[in-house]
């Protein structure tokens, strides 16, 4: 996504969230390590909103954003996520 190739940064990004589904003890390893699924969701939002999907992209920073909506973290995707889906939803 950084060098602008949209579609590959796409592709790797579904891959990502389908190889998190599809390991076959995904729940021990959620609960290790749940940050891969849950920044690719952060991350197809930017490749969605830059690529004017926005429907798609206000999905995936709600998706992204549901897994910090009783949290303090001070995490930056967090705030950038509000941020993005507020301008997305005008």
């Given at each position: 996504m950084?060098?602008?190739?949209?579609?590959?940064?796409?592709?790797g990004?579904r891959?990502?969230l389908?190889?998190?589904?599809s390991l076959?003890n995904?729940q021990?390893?959620n609960?290790?390590f749940?940050?891969?699924?849950?920044?690719?969701?952060?991350y197809?939002?930017?490749?969605?909103?830059?690529?004017?999907?926005?429907?798609?992209a206000?999905n995936?920073?709600?998706?992204f954003?549901?897994h910090?909506?009783?949290?303090?973290?001070?995490?930056?995707?967090?705030?950038e996520?509000?941020?993005a889906l507020?301008?997305?939803?005008?």
């Open positions: 950084l060098t602008n190739d949209y579609a590959s940064a796409e592709t990004f891959t990502a389908r190889y998190e589904r076959e995904v021990v390893l609960d290790r749940p940050v891969l699924g849950i920044l690719s969701h952060y197809l939002g930017q490749l969605y909103a830059r690529t004017s999907k926005r429907d798609q206000i995936e920073y709600q998706e954003l549901s910090f909506a009783s949290s303090q973290a001070r995490l930056a995707e967090v705030g996520a509000r941020t507020k301008r997305l939803m005008q």
